[in-house]
């Protein structure tokens, strides 16, 4: 099942200059929704006037050289989930990121470099599958046990609000694409693997053309916010006091 | 002076719902992060300034003084059972403080329930239960020649 290309089959119905089409107007709709978010939310002004207000407080000049290091030093930190504090958030976090990343570009491979009639590489699949069971495990342990409504602010884990567009979108694409991807292989009647492919295209569409009102820019603009906390520390323009020199714990 | 909390910074962890002692932080149900859901009943305690693992949370200062520019923020590091602050005065002057909050690791203080129940004697005598191994000292202090 996990080597099976689900969209080799399709482009036997649809011409594969369609599926590209519709990556490609997927990729838009992500920059278009981004842009729209930071501006409408007023986020990026108010980033905008600190980044100012901190360079106005600088102590210390960086220069490029520094300022390069904190750029590699900003990815190391997200490419582990560095900000989280708490172990489950980080293991589901990270899940879903790497997940997400292995489901979008193995997709964007397969459709782009493997269209019809080409044989795929059976790793494709492979990892395209992977993702999408990486975005379940970690989807899902986030889903009902560590949304922070749910953790901490007495909502039902059944509970769905605006601010689950982006999770709920994400897991229900993840989750009727490999049910797709399984009735394909198993050789399902026309009818199922058709309902099951309309779900995946409609969770999917609706997880990248609603990103000016989900979470989705997130993945965006926390590094950058990362990044901007780092140059605050190191040119000492940033409001928080120094960390102590002296440790108080005295006895275990 | 209310809290407020810089969305862009805030990763809606929950620990400023969990500690905020008039149950006011809660979640935002559009964005899942952290907000004063009533700043009229904040009493700046600043458990949620502290507890904020990402320094996301301030205090705003009234609209009367605010513009004067002071600023109170906070540090708390309980690796080192340490607490600063930094104060911004009116003037533009700054001063730094720090305070020890403990002694012994974050985590490490037993509950009443994970010590062994104590011999029905003690209830005779004057000291508290597991005093005075507890406190580290060999015996509690006594006034000489009383």
């Not at chain 1, 520094?66 to 900003?74: H, S």
């Not at chain 1, 990044?227 to 006091?241: N, T």
Request: charged share 20%.
């Amino acid at each position: 099942m996990f080597s099976h290309n689900p969209f080799a089959a399709l482009s036997e119905v649809l011409p594969a200059i369609v599926m590209q089409g519709y990556v490609l107007l997927m990729a838009v709709a992500v920059v278009i929704g981004t842009l729209y978010d930071v501006q409408h939310k007023g986020s990026a002004e108010y980033f905008g006037r600190r980044r100012k207000r901190a360079e106005a407080e600088a102590k210390r000049r960086l220069s490029g050289g520094e300022r390069f290091l904190l750029v590699l030093a900003t990815i190391a930190e997200a490419a582990v989930s560095g900000e989280f504090c708490k172990w489950p958030r980080r293991i589901t976090h990270l899940l879903k990121m790497y997940g997400f990343l292995l489901y979008v570009i193995s997709t964007v491979v397969m459709v782009f470099g493997y269209p019809a009639g080409t044989q795929t590489p059976a790793v494709l699949p492979a990892l395209w599958s992977l993702g999408a069971l990486m975005i379940l495990a970690g989807g899902l342990w986030f889903f009902f046990f560590q949304r922070v409504n749910v953790a901490f602010d007495g909502a039902s884990p059944l509970h769905l609000g605006r601010a689950d567009l982006f999770i709920g979108s994400l897991l229900a694409s993840a989750f009727f694409a490999l049910l797709w991807q399984h009735a394909q292989s198993a050789g399902a009647g026309a009818v199922l693997v058709w309902t099951l492919f309309g779900l995946y295209l409609f969770f999917t569409t609706l997880l990248f053309v609603t990103v000016p009102w989900s979470k989705f820019a997130h993945m965006f603009f926390k590094p950058a916010v990362a990044y901007q906390r780092k140059v605050e520390e190191a040119s000492g323009s940033s409001d928080l006091p120094r960390p102590s020199a002296e440790s108080f714990i005295v006895r275990s | 002076m209310p809290t407020f909390t810089d969305m862009t910074r805030c990763d809606g962890c929950g620990e400023c719902v969990d500690i905020c002692p008039s149950d006011i932080m809660h979640i935002d149900p559009v964005y899942r992060r952290s907000y004063n859901i009533e700043p009229n009943f904040c009493w700046e305690c600043y458990s949620c300034v502290k507890a904020c693992p990402h320094h996301a949370i301030d205090v705003r200062g009234y609209a009367d003084f605010a513009p004067l520019g002071h600023k109170v923020r906070v540090l708390r590091e309980p690796e080192k059972g340490a607490v600063s602050w930094k104060i911004r005065y009116r003037d533009g002057r700054v001063k730094e403080f720090v305070f020890p909050m403990r002694t012994t690791p974050w985590g490490s203080i037993k509950a009443a329930q994970d010590y062994p129940p104590p011999d029905p004697s003690a209830l005779n005598s004057q000291l508290l239960s597991h005093e005075p191994e507890a406190l580290h000292i060999p015996a509690l202090p006594t006034i000489q020649g009383a």
